[in-house]
């Protein structure tokens, strides 16, 4: 290359980097240039969590709905379960002594009237799949109802299992981590579940109203949780697959339904006594008692020389007689 064609090409190079383009910014609204109603719906929709606009679904068996503000005359109109409803508008009733909060709500253009916050709140629930799956898992007699239930149905199977030398978690295992690492992350979970709701009741509130389930677009505690239920999801999929190739047919469903049972259990227990503040010794005794037996009993660090079968010790293979030095 000549030095003429040099010099251009720096020539040219120079004026890229040195021009640009000047972008004429849109003008937009100062915050302060925002009507006192717009402060005021931002100010609720910070402290409650919803706003105008926002869609409930009903699930209470029926909601009473006054077509006007308890200071003046109205009639009552009802929504009943599973219909969808949204917040046409919010006001305050000072003098009401029960709740100064009464919001308007539309099931259509007909079928519309106002109701205390505390009661369609009771009744109702955010219409999202993430927020009505959390209102399962959240109920209260549901869990004491699990409680009961599955540790009667879980001491029976363990007993069953036990008697017949079948393989299951922690007791009989096999020799794959997974299931392992499943029932830990479970336990781990609710733990930090219950966690969430005693410590950062607001937080949770809020992502309960307005559910991701992107743990890079949560605050920290709340990524880490959902972080965890995908990682519940992925551990699950490969304890399946790994219990699959390692047992027969029957074996296999028996051991993954004795693990499904197992995880309910930890579910319903950390939950519960997390909340007493006891979960927490008790996770770290679940997790020293879980790997000590996996390691001790269910890992196998040899294989027989002759079958391949697996040993946890030098010596003679119980499979088909080999010495194994």
């Not at 003046?72 to 919010?90: N, P, Q, S």
């Not at 029932?183 to 979970?189: D, E, H, I, T, Y």
């Not at 990524?223 to 995908?230: P, T």
């Not at 296999?252 to 997390?274: D, H, K």
């Amino acid at each position: 290359m000549s030095m003429q064609k040099c010099k251009f090409v720096l020539l040219l190079l120079a004026t890229m980097l040195l021009s640009a383009c000047y972008h004429h910014r849109q003008h937009t609204p100062d915050a302060w240039d925002l009507t006192k109603q717009q402060l005021d719906s931002i100010s609720f929709s910070t402290t409650h969590h919803y706003s105008q606009n926002f869609n409930f679904i009903v699930t209470s068996p029926s909601l009473p709905l006054s077509d006007a503000l308890p200071d003046m005359a109205f009639d009552t109109l009802y929504v009943t379960k599973g219909e969808r409803i949204v917040v046409a508008e919010i006001a305050t009733v000072p003098s009401d002594s029960i709740d100064t909060v009464w919001v308007k709500v539309a099931r259509d253009q007909i079928t519309q009237g106002w109701i205390r916050e505390t009661e369609l709140l009771q009744g109702v629930s955010p219409d999202d799949p993430i927020s009505q799956f959390i209102d399962f898992f959240s109920d209260t007699h549901l869990l004491i109802f699990l409680a009961f239930g599955v540790m009667v149905v879980g001491a029976y199977a363990v007993q069953h299992l036990h008697r017949h030398k079948a393989y299951i978690v922690h007791f009989r295992d096999i020799d794959s981590f997974y299931p392992t690492l499943l029932c830990l992350l479970v336990a781990s979970s609710a733990t930090l579940y219950a966690s969430i709701q005693m410590f950062g009741p607001e937080s949770w509130r809020h992502f309960y109203y307005h559910p991701s389930l992107n743990p890079f677009a949560l605050p920290m505690h709340l990524g880490v949780f959902v972080a965890s239920v995908w990682a519940i999801i992925i551990v699950a999929v490969a304890a399946a697959d790994d219990v699959a190739h390692r047992l027969s047919g029957s074996d296999a469903a028996l051991y993954l339904a004795g693990l499904a049972a197992v995880c309910a259990v930890n579910y319903v227990v950390f939950s519960i006594f997390t909340l007493y503040y006891l979960g927490y010794l008790l996770l770290i005794a679940y997790f020293v008692c879980s790997l000590w037996l996996f390691f001790s009993r269910a890992h196998y660090r040899y294989r027989c020389g002759q079958c391949g079968h697996p040993l946890q010790h030098k010596g003679r293979c119980p499979h088909c007689g080999t010495d194994n030095v």
